[in-house]
């Protein structure tokens, strides 16, 4: 009976948005044809289909929305239709029958080449966001991609056109809405309007200055009276903006580069040497303070070159060692650095604009953000302003007072990091539609929205957002978010990441394998490991995920097959040697430390991990590339050494597949391995339910349902919005909350991940 129901809901839903469309399309004289039809395409994807108010509103809605997008194409058809039919006529004259044919031909192909694209305009236009010429650009890939499809779109147009001309007129009452739903329902991973926010804020009491020539203005008062002024700024700021948009325009009397005083290339790179290693991407974790950086001997000199009757600027990394009269503290994301990196920025104190961005990055993660961080942890609160320098030439200052208090806030509040996304030799297509990415991009590998050590977080000071690295939170307020259980024993560092992992209508990932503790221990400084499991949350029939060797393989041979791979690039025998399991959506894979493993193509992965997220010894990457042309680092020299044989087809079947067991509050345990100290549970849901923190930070996904509510148990936070897909943060200061779903009724899954 519901069945029914739904279906006579959905069948009158279509008549009435078909009406709408036709009255629309006539009214306008069919100038809005397009417009009327990615209007309809676009309520379709809308998740009510049970209200036909709600629909009538959207449809309204998306129209106006998507008028300007479609409009100019509107004309645009029917000045090419026009202009078609003249040319026919001017074909008719020709006497030649040979030559009419070809022009006839040439037509015909040029007329379908157009409708094959605008066939998928309109229904592009109602699924992506993006400039018009990406939406086109997007548009013609579709057409030709899948050609099929535009063949079966031109065909149904056409094939509407016959019913009411030579049927009945009377389809005209459900025609059109019923090949608008059918086709609205192709090229889809989604049943709704995806409403994942790739910009999440916190609103903050306080005032935010933005742009230089504000900020200017703003410190010209507040720093009367202040003859030393520090602008401490964490490697990777640009120095000359800061000094030509900001320091010169400040009045100083003199301003000193504390750079300067820094030890000379040559000798920082011999103080590195041993933890900069020989390696491409891993180093040794460095314990250095900023003071091992310089010149002890000129910082002096620097000091007593300052007379008290003039107004000195110190500026650069290591400013705030100079003893001053006011502290500028100038901050960055690892994200916003290390795509500096690929436009050629240097390492700090280092020329090296063109070596190799793995290199980069190695010397930025075990070193400089290491002594960056210990350095901000001592001079943060001491300082009075507070500098945002992610966005170049768009600077945000704010009272480091305020910062604070944004801080506080998150650390007893749910919130959600700003995600960034990244392609990759292997990436998908599916983060596109579903985090509403800009679908002209060739791919997305990575999406990044769980990850302190290299997210921001958006203070929303009255509407001016400003960033600021989302692991500030984790060392100024580690007990309040963390829990004292996960304080004690991380410190402040964040133990869990999320991350998405997208290879639709992609690759496979590399074929690799994660240290041991005791290995990454020894040989690169940390003390826990990653380890982790795939999450999946959307998967094609032929998904896989390779996990742990076959049985009764010679570990010899795999090792030597591999090397031999890597020498003369002949494919490896995966086959042979490692196991590949069907995977579906909703499974959930683990992965302890030392267990070969990859996604395949076709998959779409929430990676839940441990945080030392640099270890993945790649075995095998199937005879790639990277983006940037150099063959892909791969590390069997390391890998040999960890790979645990042990971890068979029975094992892995046995062990480390969809290990659910059902507990007594309704939620689904759904791992890790006992070897990992990450615990995750499972909700599915259509009302309210109370979920408690377990003495940890929660960090958690919507896996199902268009949208959740979070509410506290007893009013100390605002209800929290959650979408589909995104993932956010429950501080454990919190001890329990509810969820429930956004839409009375609707099914939705949370996967929550918290420390054991």
Known sequence: MKAFIKFINTLGNIIILNILFVLTSVLSIGLCIGTSLSALYATFLDLKTDESGYYVRNYFKHFKGNFKSTIFIDIALILLAGAAYLNYLAINTINSSNIKLILYAVELLIGLEISFIASFYFMVVAKFEGKFTSLLYLSFIFAHKYLYLSILFVVLFIGSFFLLIYVSFAFIFIIFGLIAYIESLILKYLNFNSQYDKYPSTKVDGKAYRGYSEIVTYLSNELKGKNVVAFEMYPGVSKQEIVNNLIMKLGFDRVIDIETCALSEDDLDKLLKRNMTDDRVFGLMSHFEIEEFYDLSKLEEAKKSISSNERVAIYGFGASMIHNDSLIYLDMTRWEIQLRYRKGMSNWNKTNPNEDNLRKYKRGYFIEWRTADRLKKRVLRNSTYYIDSTVENDPKLILTDDLFKGIRKLSTHPFRLVPYFDPGVWGGQWMKEVCNLDPSKKNYAWSFDGVPEENCVLYDFNGVKVASPAINIVFFEPVNLLGNKVHARFGTEFPIRFDFLDTFEGGNLSLQVHPLTEYIQDKFGMHYTQDESYYILDAKEDSVVYLGVKEGINKDDLINDLKESQRTGKK?????????????????????????????????????SATPYIFTFKLWDWGRLGLDGLPRPVHIEHGEHVIQFDRDTTL???????????????????????????????????????????????MNNLVEGQAAVIESTNGEFDPFVVHYAETYIIPESIKEYTIRPLNEGEKCGVLKAYVR
């Not at 062990?655 to 059902?662: A, D, K, S």
């Not at 345990?669 to 929660?698: A, M, P, Q, W």
């Open 572 to 608: 490896f025998n995966d086959e042979k040697y490692i196991n590949k399991f069907k995977a579906k959506k909703h499974d959930h894979f683990l992965i302890p430390a030392g267990t070969i493993h990859c996604s395949g193509k076709n998959t779409m992965v929430l990676e839940i």
């Open 652 to 698: 892995v079947k046995n062990n480390l597949i969809n290990r659910f067991v059902e507990m007594e509050d309704g939620s689904t345990k759904t791992g890790l391995h006992e070897r990992e100290f990450i615990e995750t549970r499972r909700y599915f849901f259509d009302s309210k339910i109370t979920i408690k923190t377990c003495d940890s930070v929660n």
